[in-house]
């Protein structure tokens, strides 16, 4: 089968004035779908712009990333916020909820921009959330939250519009032992029960082993070596 | 996304900073406001002058001069050729003849010689001095002597009675008791010798018209001493009681100066008085010179299509034709000017305000470049973010447009407020120096969205160029 995505020779340059910062210098490698990918490395080594540039918030400077048979280095800006939109999910290390917002709405967000009729966005919201352990929590704004509860918001966001492929930065950097391991048993639920795919980036790779089914090591902007844990189901 | 998604959106942003979109909004208010009220104050004066001109039938008025020469120079255009004689001979005499041969034209409803002197005026010893006017019994049926404050017009042009104008009566100082305007004398007032009257208790008192004439033939004996105002002229007073038969409306500040005499006398009674005439040197010699001229014929006509007609026949008549309807043209081009500026002002206040908004709208993109990274990463296009500021900057105008109407309705009320208290002070009837006019309502709502909404142009695009990755990044 098709993977689900295909990244070849992905290369990024930043330039910061005079200098030229090379981020990813030739990365390769395929997820197929139902797959679990951690991407582990050292702080700065380009785990971050890979995942960007996947989640379509970020352009490569040259190489192709596909997703679905569509190359994301051809589209315009217009299609790839429609890639944002439907067809990936993107969780953060800091959550970024809007504060003003309640569960309700900031999981409502993304159906405001897909087009779903006003009346049908927050049962679709609450469903979600309910889902996650978070039937409580429904009105209350991030700040009355904990860690762990926002950080599920903001997968049942990323989530919401249904996307083929879940992408997580860091999901539990911000969080305690305890709550991190709850946020990886949640991503590997959705993976083993839905099938979805899911690639996160991690810094802690003892954890990263423990739900993934391949681990994607990244040294100065390259792959360094790729783990092969289990098999996906 | 729809346009009333980016409204909901962008109303829910607006009201989670309620203190920044209050000041923003403030700015537009200020704008308007200050526009509208600049603005209403130029068309409620030009509203006043052309209501004025419909009150006094100046459109369906005209003044006939004995020679074309004559009605130029009074429009202070041509010029009199120098050493040219005052007494043309080919030019055609204003005489009761010719009065009476105007009457008969098509369109002429009134015709007669306007007749104007200086006279002091006296009422149970209280004096003034004033302009008087003569006029035929008919002009009763007209505008603005069809509706009197009191009393009547009087009947025949031979009546034994007056219509006194209300400023005259203040110069004599009588303060009337109107009845929407009931006015008490103060300790001052009556120090100063005011006398508080009701209109209708001054029909039939009694007034002395105090005339003065000139001995003609000494005149032309020395009649340079005469046009410099020699103190060795013979002048002879002559005191005539006639009685008050009405008492003319307030007429609006516009008209007073202009339009309006303190002491309108019956046609035939006037003439019996000694008088000097006054209206013009012209007048003066031509009286003299045999042949009676008058200085100046007064012509109504029944509609205002007959008046261009009627113009250009006179004209062909080799008579000058003056009539102040064309002025109102002029006029016109003056409150354009007038406008413009106002409206300058009140714009220069807008741009300020304009200023404000992409100021207030900058700030916010950067307070809420986070939230644009967000909406951008969960698949916000550019056009989605676009809309929602572009929207925000419409709501501010319009809310600063409709406070701003309320706003400038406020200042014109307070400012006419004032301006009448110094009206009435001085004895004028109220008088409304705003207008606002529907036109003035759209245009102002309009403006203030046009302005706030490309104020929003460029902190819109701005919003829309966010960059996620760096909006997003946690530091
Ligand atoms: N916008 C940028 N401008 C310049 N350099 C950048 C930018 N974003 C990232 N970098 C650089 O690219 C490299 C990789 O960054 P990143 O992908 O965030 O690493 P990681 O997520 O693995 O810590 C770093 O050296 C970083 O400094
Ligand atoms: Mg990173």
Redesign the interface.
């Known amino acids: 089968m098709e993977p689900i995505l295909q990244i070849r020779h992905l290369q990024k340059t930043y330039e910061r004035g005079r200098e030229h910062v090379r981020a990813l210098s030739g990365v390769s490698f395929d997820v197929a779908e139902g797959e679990f990918v951690s991407i582990v490395g050292r702080s700065g080594c380009g785990k971050s712009t890979l995942l960007n540039i996947i989640g379509g918030l970020d352009v490569p400077s040259s190489g192709s990333v596909v997703v679905r048979g569509r190359n994301l280095a051809a589209m315009s800006r217009s299609e790839l916020a429609g890639h944002r939109r439907s067809t990936v999910g993107m969780v953060f290390q800091s959550f970024n909820l809007i504060p003003s917002r309640t569960a309700v709405e900031n999981v409502a967000l993304p159906l405001a921009f897909s087009g779903v009729p006003r009346k049908n966005r927050p049962p679709k919201a609450a469903r979600l959330l309910t889902g996650m352990g978070l039937k409580s929590r429904l009105n209350h704004v991030p700040s009355e939250m904990s860690g762990g509860e926002a950080q599920r918001v903001a997968v049942a966001r990323a989530l919401v519009n249904d996307p083929v492929l879940l992408l997580a930065d860091e999901p539990t950097g911000n969080l305690d032992s305890r709550t991190a391991g709850e946020i990886l048993d949640l991503l590997k639920a959705l993976n083993r029960e839905r099938g979805l795919t899911v690639v996160m980036v991690s810094h802690d790779e003892a954890s990263a082993r423990r739900v993934s089914h391949r681990l994607v090591r990244l040294l100065d902007g390259r792959i360094q070596a790729q783990v092969r844990l289990r098999r996906p189901a | 996304?729809?346009m009333d998604?980016m409204a909901r959106?962008a109303v829910d942003n607006l009201r989670?900073s309620r203190l920044r979109t209050f000041l923003t909004t403030l700015g537009v208010v200020i704008g308007i406001g200050a526009l509208v009220s600049m603005v209403s104050f130029g068309t409620g004066m030009q509203k006043n002058v052309t209501e004025t001109f419909l009150e006094n039938d100046l459109f369906t008025s005209l003044q006939v001069l004995p020679a074309k020469a004559d009605a130029e120079r009074i429009r202070g255009q041509g010029r009199m050729p120098a050493g040219r004689p005052l007494s043309r001979p080919d030019s055609i005499a204003l005489d009761a003849a010719a009065v009476e041969k105007i009457r008969t034209m098509p369109g002429v409803t009134v015709a007669f010689p306007e007749v104007r002197f200086p006279v002091k005026v006296a009422i149970e010893g209280r004096e003034a001095t004033t302009n008087a006017r003569a006029m035929p019994s008919v002009m009763g049926g007209f505008k603005p002597f069809d509706k009197l404050q009191a009393g009547s017009f009087f009947e025949s042009d031979t009546a034994r009675s007056v219509i006194i104008s209300p400023r005259l009566l203040r110069n004599m100082k009588f303060v009337l008791i109107e009845p929407d305007r009931p006015r008490k004398l103060t300790v001052e007032d009556t120090l100063k010798g005011f006398r508080s009257a009701r209109p209708e208790e001054l029909i039939g008192m009694p007034i002395d018209i105090v005339t003065s004439s000139v001995d003609f033939s000494q005149l032309m004996r020395n009649p340079v001493a005469a046009l410099s105002g020699g103190s060795d002229l013979p002048f002879a007073e002559r005191t005539t009681r006639l009685r008050i038969a009405g008492v003319a409306k307030q007429s609006d500040g516009f008209g007073q100066g202009l339009f309006e005499s303190g002491v309108i006398l019956p046609m035939q009674t006037a003439e019996s008085l000694p008088r000097l005439g006054f209206s013009s040197v012209w007048d003066l010699l031509s009286r003299t010179g045999g042949t009676e001229s008058y200085g100046t014929v007064y012509v109504r006509v029944k509609r205002m299509e007959d008046l261009a007609p009627l113009k250009k026949s006179l004209e062909d008549m080799g008579f000058g034709v003056v009539s102040i309807a064309d002025q109102l043209e002029d006029f016109k081009k003056g409150f354009l000017v007038f406008d413009a500026v106002l409206g300058a002002v009140g714009t220069i206040a807008l741009v300020v305000a304009a200023l404000g908004i992409i100021n207030t709208m900058v700030m916010s993109i950067l307070e809420r470049r986070?939230?644009i990274?967000?909406?951008?990463?969960?698949?916000?296009?550019?056009?989605?973010i676009k809309g929602i500021f572009f929207v925000e900057a419409g709501v501010i105008g319009f809310a600063g447009g409709v406070f701003g109407l309320l706003l400038g309705w406020a200042v014109t009320r307070v400012a006419n407020g004032i301006a009448n208290i110094y009206i009435a002070r001085e004895g004028g009837a109220h008088a409304e120096l705003f207008y606002i006019s529907p036109w003035l309502i759209l245009g102002a709502l309009v403006f203030s969205v046009g302005v706030s909404l490309a104020a929003g142009l460029y902190p819109a695009m701005r919003a829309a160029s966010v960059n996620?990755?760096e909006a997003?990044r946690?530091d």
């Open positions: 996304m729809k998604e959106m989670k986070r939230e990274g967000i909406m951008k990463a969960v698949g916000a296009g550019e056009g989605d996620p990755v997003l946690h």
